[in-house]
Every structure is written in structure tokens, then in C-alpha cells.
Nanobody, 115 residues
């Protein structure tokens, strides 16, 4: 069982920055594939960014060049640095871990970008 705890959401003006953190339980965090997803009310949850155990990354086209996903295996934590935020980035951001072919989700953190 993997438990994920997210933090760092909040309210920010357009053009501002936020950094989300997600800390995972477990002793083999370095082997987890980690990702950030977001969901807007009434819409499906969508991929924002993922980072593999080896460090390779992938981003949604809408956030390329503005968001950066990274991980610190010593702290069992994955980060999402979000710069130049836009109102359309508003949503609940969820952390996801893939471990032993199972998916685990955090509780979500709200990000609101005002225009």
C-alpha cells in the first residue's frame, strides 16, 4: 500500500508560480513512476506531467515550457513547479504513483488562478 500526501496548492494571480509537493510512503519510492494530473469540475482527469523511475519526463502540450516535474528519491517526494500560471490551469491537482503495476492516488490539492 502506498500513501500519497500532496501540498502546495492555493490561489495565485495569472502569471504567478506555485510549487506542488507529493510525499509517498514506502521504501522503494525510487522505483515508482510518479505523475501529476488535474481535474476540473465536470471534466475528466487529465495528465499534466509524469516522471519515470529513471528520471525521464513527459508533459501535456498545454504546460510544456511552463511546468517542471522533478523528484527527490531521498525524500520520497515528487514536485511540480508551475510557472506563468494561466486561469485555465485552475483545477484540483492529484499525485499518482504506479508501483508494482498498481495505481495509487493522493487526495488532491486545489489550484486556483485568477485573471
Amino acid at each position: 500500500q502506498v500513501q500519497l500526501v500532496e501540498s502546495g496548492g492555493g490561489l495565485v494571480q495569472a502569471g504567478g508560480s506555485l510549487r506542488l509537493s507529493c510525499t509517498a510512503s514506502g521504501s522503494i519510492f525510487s522505483m515508482y513512476r510518479m505523475g501529476w494530473y488535474r481535474q476540473v469540475l465536470g471534466k475528466q482527469r487529465e495528465l499534466v506531467a509524469v516522471i519515470a523511475s529513471g528520471g525521464s519526463t513527459n508533459y501535456a502540450d498545454s504546460v510544456k515550457g511552463r511546468f517542471t516535474i522533478s523528484r527527490d528519491n531521498g525524500k520520497n517526494t515528487v514536485y511540480l513547479q508551475m510557472n506563468d500560471l494561466k486561469p485555465e490551469d485552475t483545477g484540483v491537482y492529484y499525485c499518482k504513483a504506479v508501483a508494482a503495476l498498481r495505481d495509487y492516488w493522493g487526495q488532491g490539492t486545489q489550484v486556483t488562478v485568477s485573471s
